[in-house]
């Protein structure tokens, strides 16, 4: 069974910033697309942002834009999210998840049905 394991959750105050990591020891994650989502509590689970293989294009979706960067360490083989910037509303469950490459990231949308193997999540809550 392929889990990825993200990290870097927790508490923190409006304006204030948080870096997530995803990683696995199961895939090396160079030759996947890897996408970030996020659930809040009463929504569905959202695609934020991703990065895909092999062209390495990145996506975020409106509401985070300018505040969060997807990027990737090989070394580590370890995907990260920088959330500068933090407000409330971004108070949520985040996931990573790996797709196939080629597939679920693309330069205006993240296809949820195209990721494969999920994270347990990491909770992330905003005070205002």
């Known amino acids: 069974q392929v889990q990825l394991v993200e990290s870097g ?27 970030w989502f996020r659930q809040a509590p009463g929504k569905e689970r959202e695609g934020i942002s991703c990065i895909g ?12 834009k300018e505040r969060f960067t997807i990027s990737f360490d090989n070394a580590k083989n370890t995907v990260y999210l920088e959330m500068n910037s933090l407000k409330p509303e971004d108070t949520a469950v985040y996931y990573c998840a790996s797709a196939q490459a080629g597939y679920g990231c693309y330069a205006q949308t993240s296809i949820r049905s195209d990721y494969d193997y999920w994270g347990q999540g990491t909770q992330v809550t905003v005070s205002p």
């Open 53 to 64: 293989n092999p062209n390495r294009i990145t996506y975020y979706t409106d509401s985070v």
């Open 9 to 35: 959750g927790g508490l923190v105050q409006a304006g204030g910033s948080l870096r997530l990591s995803c990683t696995t020891s199961a895939l090396d994650l160079k030759y996947y697309t890897i996408g």
